[in-house]
């Protein structure tokens, strides 16, 4: 019955549509999530410290946490669905390498939600106050911020120039091009603001930036500083998301695709 109903019916999906509503959708619910902290942390309407971490931004294990990382995850899917969409009209390298793409967005997202990074600088940090020294602890931990800047950072700004440098004609072509460069470029000011953040003196610039502003609650100034990192992370993965899409809708323009359940009559 059903499949006499459905037979010779075709969905049409309009994929740019649908990525407009996303992008919109995406920036509405980061912006409502920057009025719920201010609401829930800042302003402490409920004065309930649980809450309060529910919604606050600029710490892990919180829903803005989860978006970002559900967004990573949401791009990594967007990058292997192209690599399916082209593995037969483009050489097997250049899959690999969409494939890798996508590994790395993965990465970000996982990596976004379980710390890893910081966790591994902190191992390093716990090795060097144990005295277990050697020449490459030592070496990372000359870093003035953050540990993992010296050992993680590099390899995220290499990856994003592979991928810039990979898909720069490819997007350009398409008018794409202003996604990535706007996305990874609020990665890259979100880890300089997260670069700031790990320096012995930044108390001494919050003060700065407190009596400057004329702000009486230091809490504003600090939490502030993060609360903008962390956004701009969000704001970045959205804007390279918008991008990807719209090249998977350019690539997979008239893909015909057939739902099958599988059993042989």
Request: a negative charge; one cysteine or more.
């Given at each position: 019955m059903y499949q006499e109903q459905f037979a010779g019916k075709t969905s049409v999906i309009?994929?740019?549509?649908?990525?407009?509503?996303?992008?919109?959708?995406?920036?509405v619910f980061i912006f409502l999530l920057v009025v719920c902290d201010y609401v829930f942390n800042y302003l402490d309407v409920l004065e309930d410290l649980s809450f309060r971490r529910i919604w606050n931004v600029a710490r892990e294990n919180s829903i803005p946490t989860?978006?970002?990382?559900?967004?990573?995850?949401?791009?990594?899917?967007?990058?292997?669905?192209?690599?399916?969409?082209?593995?037969?009209?483009?050489?097997?390298?250049?899959?690999?390498?969409?494939?890798?793409?996508?590994?790395?967005?993965?990465?970000i997202g996982i990596d976004d939600f379980a710390e890893i990074h910081e966790k591994l600088g902190g191992v390093l940090v716990r090795m060097?106050?144990?005295?277990?020294?050697?020449?490459?602890?030592?070496?990372?931990?000359?870093?003035?911020s953050f540990s993992w800047h010296t050992f993680i950072a590099p390899v995220f700004a290499l990856c994003g120039l592979f991928i810039?440098?990979?898909?720069?004609?490819?997007?350009?072509?398409?008018?794409?091009?202003?996604?990535?460069?706007?996305?990874?470029g609020c990665?890259?000011?979100?880890?300089?603001?997260?670069?700031?953040?790990?320096?012995?003196?930044?108390?001494d610039l919050y003060a700065w930036v407190q009596d400057t502003l004329s702000v009486e609650d230091e809490y504003a100034i600090s939490h502030s500083f993060k609360a903008v990192e962390?956004?701009?992370?969000?704001?970045?993965?959205a804007l390279l998301w918008a991008g990807f899409l719209y090249y998977l809708a350019h690539v997979s323009d008239g893909l015909e695709f057939r739902l099958e359940n599988g059993k042989k009559d």
């Open positions: 309009d994929l740019f549509r649908v990525t407009r509503i996303i992008i919109i959708s995406c920036l989860w978006f970002s990382s559900m967004l990573a995850h949401l791009l990594a899917v967007t990058v292997f669905a192209i690599a399916a969409v082209q593995r037969k009209i483009i050489p097997a390298w250049k899959t690999a390498a969409w494939v890798l793409i996508g590994l790395f967005f993965l990465w060097a106050q144990q005295g277990e020294n050697t020449a490459a602890t030592e070496f990372l931990l000359q870093n003035p810039l440098g990979f898909l720069w004609m490819t997007f350009w072509r398409q008018h794409l091009l202003h996604f990535l460069i706007m996305g990874f990665w890259a000011v979100a880890q300089g603001l997260d670069f700031l953040e790990g320096l012995d003196n930044i108390v962390e956004t701009l992370e969000m704001l970045g993965t």
